[in-house]
């Protein structure tokens, strides 16, 4: 819950200044100074990191002491499963992080109300690796997915595949914003 939490927290602050901004009339004014999209870009990032710092400590010293407890309190096969669960959640922590960053500040950009981009935001993040973990539960419940044998193969997947969509995620949003696919958001340009 608590990293629903932290990820739905985040996707309302990456959108939250740039929407408001842009509804306001401020954003023009902005970019008529002489500051350039890609440093305003990069001081929103900065913005959010600073303000986000602590609660990411926070929860990755949750998850560090839940892998902790996992290792102490579960029989041995069990205990791979999750071990391989926590792990996985430290990895992806950072990359899902920077993934809602940026597809954040471009839906902020481009929406025109501050709740859909917020939506739009942990759907383009978040929504792939719960549709991988319902393919998981439905293929669990049918009885293709039996024992631990398949778990951990699957956990594997899953972590593998979220890691690879963020990446692509982040590359592509900020391939957007640098070649000035930002039409909806007129004045954000690189000229």
Not at 96 to 122: I, N, Q, S
Not at 161 to 187: C, H, M
Request: charged letters at 15%.
């Amino acid at each position: 819950m608590l990293y629903l939490y932290w990820k739905c927290a985040l996707a309302i602050e990456a959108t939250r200044r740039f929407s408001e901004d842009r509804a306001s009339g401020a954003l023009e004014l902005l970019l008529s100074t002489p500051l350039s999209p890609a440093i305003i870009l990069a001081g929103q990032r900065r913005a959010l990191s600073r303000g986000f710092a602590l609660r990411f400590t926070v929860v990755c010293a949750v998850n560090i002491g839940l892998l902790l407890l996992a290792n102490k309190v579960m029989d041995h096969g069990v205990n791979h499963f999750f071990t391989v669960v926590f792990i996985g959640g430290l990895i992806l922590f950072p990359v899902v992080d920077y993934a809602l960053a940026w597809a954040g500040m471009l839906a902020g950009l481009r929406g025109t109300r501050h709740h859909r981009a917020t939506l739009v935001t942990l759907a383009r993040v978040m929504l792939p690796g719960w549709v991988g973990i319902f393919v998981f539960v439905v293929l669990g419940f049918s009885g293709l997915l039996i024992g631990p044998d398949h778990l951990m193969p699957m956990a594997v997947i899953w972590i593998g595949f979220n890691w690879v969509w963020n990446v692509v995620l982040v590359s592509r949003t900020k391939r957007q914003l640098a070649a000035g696919e930002r039409s909806r958001a007129p004045g954000i340009s690189e000229s």
